[in-house]
């Protein structure tokens, strides 16, 4: 057992942190700051981590604005005669690693997972992409912890995120691998229902597991006198996947209702499933879209199909990488001299063409021509009432699946980036980096091209995507 001998914690810091604990039966800290009384709290603790035979489970919620990555369950075991501990995350169904921890005091009593661990370092290291990291940490105040229903309660020393320690009933593996299969099988995208005979509608952003609920203002009826709603309010909170529903990181309210989660019973045959709270006497409907499909379908090689009044072009053998997996692919031969990347909308089950700049093929280097001019793939409003070109990085165009598995092949439509706006086509061209220039836009990039016959920096009319194998 690793215990700081130095211990010393002020008063103020003590009286801080214990107002944050909520939970009765919590081992507090003391008045006084004694080393001996230090000693045997954190000893407690330990013996407490050591003894639960199957580990624990951490509700650890990360992200750097308004914990915009929401929460992951992750499972730890701790070997408290070595000072080791062995975490597994339901990002990855198998995978564990091992690394130290030490109990010990900075201001307060700390739990600090010292040495690094891929799992537990993920979001708290800082890269050349996240310089402040993602929002994680990986040294946590101890807040307090109850005995009595074994719960340990932590917060951030960075990002000040609340997270809580629970017992597990079974072995890390297997709970984490059914935990997989929950965040993995879990598509539900939005949901309606009524709270008090008030309409409610949400969106459930499963990427970054964010809860968002509206409240609908009824102003109108339709022709059909079908009542016509608008978004009188909007509440959100990070989430938490549990083994039967949502978990909330805060309470919400809605319509007068509060409630701090959501049970769930999914049917993802019937592409659908049902949330109740049932303390508050609610029931919402979830939706998952017709066509919706995981990400690891789009991987493979198509045929696009383009053009209009009976001219119609194709780009064959068109590759997919992924990319960043789960987020992104990489779309190879569709430019001779240049790539771009498809975003999967995880909402949607879809894949989006949408502005960008493109890419040096093989690269994450954007092509810069002449030093200033940024070669970008612009959404064309092209048609017979429509037009204009528009730099919106929502902007764009996505797959409409025809529904069969074995010849997949999809439509070409407006990815509903804006109202005003439908997309039907792409070209390329410079953006001026000058910033004292009348317009962003310097103009068309007709040195770079598409690829197939027409050789052209224009892409008018897309229609087909068709999977060749």
């Not at 002020?10 to 507090?28: M, P």
């Not at 629970?166 to 929950?182: R, V």
């Not at 493979?300 to 064959?316: E, K, P, Q």
Request: contains cysteine; aromatic residues 14%.
């Amino acid at each position: 057992m690793k215990l700081n001998r130095i211990l010393s914690i002020t008063l103020a810091g003590l009286v801080a942190l214990s107002a944050q604990s909520c939970l009765k039966s919590y081992v507090a800290y003391f008045d006084d700051s004694s080393a001996e009384r230090m000693t045997s709290y954190l000893s407690d603790l330990e013996k407490m981590l050591g003894d639960e035979q199957y580990g624990w489970r951490m509700e650890y919620f990360v992200g750097n604005e308004d914990y915009n990555l929401g929460g992951i369950n992750v499972a730890l075991k701790f070997d408290t005669e070595k000072g080791e501990v062995i975490a597994m995350s339901e990002e990855n169904a198998t995978e564990a690693y091992k690394s130290h921890y030490v109990l010990t005091t900075d201001s307060g009593p700390v739990l600090s997972f010292d040495t690094h661990n891929p799992i537990l370092h993920k979001y708290g290291t800082a890269s050349s992409e996240y310089y402040e990291g993602r929002g994680g940490d990986y040294q946590f105040f101890i807040i307090g912890y109850d005995k009595e229903n074994k719960v340990v309660s932590l917060k951030g020393k960075r990002n000040g995120n609340t997270c809580t320690l629970h017992p597990l009933t079974e072995s890390i593996e297997s709970y984490n691998a059914k935990m997989y299969d929950i965040q993995r099988n879990f598509y539900v995208s939005t949901f309606d229902g009524f709270i008090n005979g008030s309409k409610v509608t949400g969106d459930i952003d499963i990427r970054n597991r964010q809860f968002i609920a509206y409240e609908m203002n009824e102003y109108g009826k339709d022709k059909d006198g079908n009542p016509l709603y608008d978004i009188a309010n909007t509440i959100s909170t990070p989430y938490i996947l549990t083994e039967g529903g949502l978990s909330f990181y805060t309470p919400v309210e809605v319509f007068g209702e509060t409630f701090s989660g959501l049970d769930f019973n999914f049917n993802l045959a019937q592409s659908d499933t049902t949330f109740h709270a049932p303390a508050n006497g609610i029931t919402f409907k979830g939706h998952i879209p017709s066509d919706w499909l995981p990400y690891e379908f789009f991987e493979g090689t198509y045929s696009l199909t383009y053009g209009s009044f009976g001219s119609t072009s194709t780009i064959n053998n068109i590759e997919l990488v992924p990319e960043e997996p789960g987020v992104n692919y990489r779309a190879k031969g569709l430019g001779k001299q240049f790539d771009v990347l498809m975003e999967y909308n995880i909402r949607t089950g879809r894949l989006e063409l949408r502005y960008q700049a493109v890419l040096k093929p093989g690269t994450n280097d954007v092509i810069i021509d002449e030093d200033r001019y940024i070669v970008v793939l612009l959404p064309w409003a092209l048609g017979p009432d429509s037009g204009g070109l528009w730099m919106n990085s929502d902007l764009g165009m996505a797959t409409e699946w025809n529904g069969n598995r074995e010849n997949p092949s999809f439509n070409w439509v407006d990815n509903g980036g804006s109202r005003k706006f439908n997309t039907t086509s792409f070209l390329l061209y410079y953006y001026d980096t000058d910033d004292t220039a009348d317009s962003p836009y310097y103009d068309s990039a007709e040195k770079y091209s598409f690829a197939g016959s027409g050789g052209s920096y224009q892409l008018p009319y897309l229609k087909t995507f068709r999977k060749t194998k």
